[in-house]
């Protein structure tokens, strides 16, 4: 199996080599170093970037030469990923960076919601029912935007709103349909996602509703730990791997990715 979504160093993960000594003590056949980046040049993108130092449009260069020095001392793949924070009004600047950067794939994430961390619970408290409704229909517009922009070639953990108790549930069969829809017409492939498969609420993106329905309409699967430490992928692995037996998933690689031997 591959992980086609974890973290290093050059965001908020662990240093490179300890995460592929990590992958290979799993067992994984490969990896995809997707460390975050934002270069909205909008102010609430802007304070997260410096907050968080999610800025590999300034380092992915560097780390393209530590990813190369890795594949020396590993018998894996690695392969040299991004993940990127998606607004409708920053494709023109994320289509550039891509374009220059020419990762061996790319993945999509909605984090942002009216301006708010979609993970984070106390944003939300304050809304009305109706306002949160709204709140999860203009999520499901920005993910169905991203995926038919076809600027990635996988959009991460579909529903993250899931994950955060106010929103968590409100998502209706008609928006999970609309989302089914935008894959059958897009290059883009969802992933599997594990990122809170073994704490928290168990939760694996996307959830049983909106899986169903992806798998009903034939949408095809990445596989992804969203592991930012070694513990992480040592166990997460045997989880994913479980789990799309169970689900009968058979995992495909990042469209247009060449596998690294």
């Known amino acids: 199996m591959h992980d086609f979504h974890l973290h290093s160093n050059y965001s908020d993960g662990t240093f490179l080599l300890q995460m ?15 460390d975050h980046c934002t270069i909205s040049t909008r102010d609430r993108p802007q304070s997260m970037r410096a907050t968080h130092g999610f800025n590999l449009d300034l ?50 994430s909605v984090h942002e919601l009216a301006g708010r961390n979609v993970q ?11 306002g949160l409704d709204d709140l999860v229909e203009q999520y499901v517009e920005s993910l169905v935007q991203l995926i038919e922009s076809e600027l990635f070639d996988v959009a991460a953990h579909l529903d993250l709103f899931e994950r955060t108790s106010p929103l968590a549930g409100r998502a209706t069969i008609d928006q999970y349909e609309r989302i089914a829809r935008a894959f059958d017409d897009s290059r883009t492939v969802p992933e599997i996602n ?15 509703g909106l899986l169903e329905i992806l798998l009903d309409h034939g949408v095809a699967f990445t596989i992804g730990s969203d592991s930012h430490a070694p513990a992480e992928v040592e166990n997460r692995t045997p989880f994913l791997q ?19 031997e």
């Open 20 to 34: 592929v000594r990590a992958a290979e003590s799993a067992g994984l056949g490969g990896i995809g170093v997707t």
């Open 59 to 108: 380092t992915y260069e560097r780390r393209r030469r530590g990813i190369e020095r890795v594949r020396e001392q590993t018998e894996i793949a690695v392969y040299d990923a991004v993940e990127m924070d998606y607004h409708p009004d920053d494709e023109a600047e994320i289509r550039s960076f891509l374009d220059e950067a020419n990762f061996d794939y790319a993945i999509g």
């Open 120 to 130: 984070v619970p106390s944003h939300f408290s304050d809304e009305s029912d109706a």
């Open 194 to 208: 594990a990122g809170r498969a073994l704490r928290d609420r168990a939760i694996v993106h996307p959830r049983p």
């Open 242 to 260: 479980e789990f799309v037996d169970e689900k009968g998933v058979t995992p495909v690689d990042p469209p247009g990715l060449e596998r690294v």
